[in-house]
């Protein structure tokens, strides 16, 4: 009868347990992403069968940029590529830094000040022969990281964290990569570590 009353109560727990966990997470973490368009699935038609992503020039604002929520603020054009022929990090789409820092996006997201955040993201290589030690600077407002990736050039990536604390109603988030970086396949061809999965969540405290 006991063993009986407790498989009886197990589902309960179990649920109970779960429900929970489920609370505690939602309680203490805001988990909407505050950034725009973080996985870069919205951006600039790519043409089937092409190998080459497109370029997307420099100078281009938000409200007119083809990869919307973000600026190109940079002397130099970024690579919007796809998964059919590149590697990228999460979903179809990501950007690749090509010109250091002169290759750069941002995007300008509201916070709260005195309030702690989280910017997630991940930085590798798109599978296309860009080899040796990349490295993404990552910005918000004032704090910065530097996120190393020694490339072999066939594709991969790893996960960077930065945390803040807001000091305005607004903060510019931003990218760019340290080094300029050639193709190992002809030493001629810029190209850059490339960014994908970005993540700005708000952290509550208990």
């Known amino acids: 009868f006991f063993s009986l009353f407790l498989s009886f109560l197990f589902p309960f727990f179990f649920f109970f347990s779960l429900f929970f966990f489920l609370f505690f997470f939602f309680f203490f973490f805001w988990v909407d992403n505050l950034v725009k368009n ?107 990281l530097k996120v190393p990736y020694n490339s072999g050039g066939k594709g991969g990536f790893r996960r960077a964290v930065l945390g803040f604390v807001a000091t305005g109603n607004r903060t510019r988030i931003m990218f760019y990569s340290t080094f300029y970086t050639m193709r190992g396949d002809d030493f001629s061809s810029l190209c850059g570590p490339i960014i994908g999965d970005v993540r700005l969540l708000s952290i509550r405290n208990p």
């Open 38 to 144: 973080g996985d870069f699935e919205e951006g600039p038609y790519i043409i089937p069968n092409t190998t080459w992503g497109v370029l997307i020039p420099p100078f281009i604002e938000d409200d007119h940029s083809p990869l919307p929520g973000w600026m190109i603020e940079s002397l130099k054009a970024v690579r919007y590529v796809d998964s059919d022929h590149f590697s990228v990090p999460s979903g179809k789409r990501g950007v690749e830094l090509i010109a250091g820092k002169e290759s750069a996006i941002a995007q300008i997201v509201r916070t709260v000040a005195g309030k702690r955040y989280t910017l997630t993201f991940s930085v590798g290589d798109a599978n296309n022969a860009c080899t040796g030690n990349l490295v993404v600077e990552a910005f918000a407002g004032k704090d910065t």
